[in-house]
């Protein structure tokens, strides 16, 4: 499983299958914001909602920021106002992320 991302921000991701079909690792290269490439030194800000922030789905690394967590409200809540106020929305491209072999 791997996250959707927002506009601008895309990655390469490579999975490496067993002879039984089962994923055994994941690579991701290439991330960029707006078509630069990441600092991996530098702070970024992420949005996620309380159960990805909470580790949930096993991406247990949000769990572990200490930083303080600003409360955005319920999700639900904001995709039903967000769908109500900007309909028709149009699907993002699927192209963010791209699928090594």
Known sequence: ??????QG???????????????TSVSVSNVRLNGEALDPVATYDVTVNNFLADGGDNFTTFATITEPRLDGGNDLEALINDFGAFSPITPPSTDRVNELD
Do not use: A, E, P, R
């Open 9 to 23: 921000f895309t990655y390469d991701l490579q999975k490496t299958i067993d002879d039984s079909g089962d994923c």
């Open 1 to 6: 499983m791997h996250l959707g991302v927002s």
